[in-house]
């Protein structure tokens, strides 16, 4: 079993920055490719991007992409969303998101795939 904690967000005006953090504790990270999701009010949840288990993958959706960086570090057990120049339009619950795989280079962007989900985050960007 996996348990993932998310934790950075806040309140905060266009253009400024947060850095997200998602810790997995229970089993070894090192296993886990690992995808940032986000859910507007009355909106599906959208993948807002996602890393391999190794950290060499990363890719972003066309919203964020230029703005949002995601990493790893393995000592922390933790995935990072480092997100500037943050728009109104940011503003959403965001979750991280986990499954073991095997392959090294893997990363996945169908919620349904992922495994472990944290309880989210609220991010509010205003204008």
């Known amino acids: 079993q996996v348990q993932l904690k998310e934790s950075g967000g806040g309140s905060v005006q266009a253009g400024a920055y947060l850095r997200l953090s998602c810790t997995a504790s229970g089993r070894p990270f090192s296993g886990l490719a690992v995808g940032w999701f986000r859910q507007a009010p009355g909106a ?38 480092q997100m500037d120049s943050l728009k109104p339009e940011d503003t959403a619950v965001y979750f991280c998101a986990a499954r073991f795989t095997s392959t090294t280079d893997s990363y996945y962007y169908n919620p349904d795939v992922y495994t472990y989900w944290g309880q989210g985050t609220q991010v509010t960007v205003s204008s």
Request: aromatic share 8%.
């Open 44 to 81: 599906e949840r959208k993948i807002v991007s996602a890393i391999s288990r190794t950290g060499d993958m990363t890719d972003y959706a066309d919203s964020v992409k230029g703005r949002f960086t995601i990493s790893r570090d393995a000592a922390k057990n933790t995935v990072y969303l």
